[in-house]
């Protein structure tokens, strides 16, 4: 049975849903409505320590249990994503590349990341178009720029010349 708590954050309210067995199955920034399941703070207190550190600037990487619903592709793509280094960018094209599929796969990258289920734990936001410009984020543009400005991978000075 899913469990479910929501945790506030500098760019709003994150939902954070398990699957009971302590691992992280979604976070999002779309709360909406609850999900199915339980609403369960305390089994979220590791997740939400951890994103207080990250918020803070006190962590670039998240050591948490995971367990991403996906094809076989959507992992793997997932996987290079994971592997981000913290305070880096990378395009769809290098990316696609990373993920052992062809040129003309780009969009079917660009498909995988937009499904990734866990926003920020695995930081699809360092996924930038081609040119460096911030393209698609499942939680918002705004939110991109923020997450790339507070890990130093977009000077605050910058995105007004780059939008």
Known sequence: MDIHTIIDS??????LVGDGTGRL???SFDVGAPP???RDPAAFGTAARQFEEYFAGGRTAFDLPLAAHGTAFQQRVWAEVAALPYGSTTSYGELTARAGATRDRVRAV???????????????HRVVGASGALTG???????????????GAL???LWSVLS
């Open 137 to 151: 984020y499942a939680g918002g543009l705004d939110r991109k720029r923020d997450l790339l400005t507070l890990e």
């Open 110 to 124: 660009g498909a995988a990341i937009g499904a990734n289920p866990l926003l920020v734990v695995v930081p699809c």
């Open 10 to 15: 500098p760019l709003g309210e994150i939902l």
């Open 25 to 27: 199955t979604r976070v």
């Open 36 to 38: 199915p399941g339980r």
């Open 155 to 157: 000077q605050p000075q």
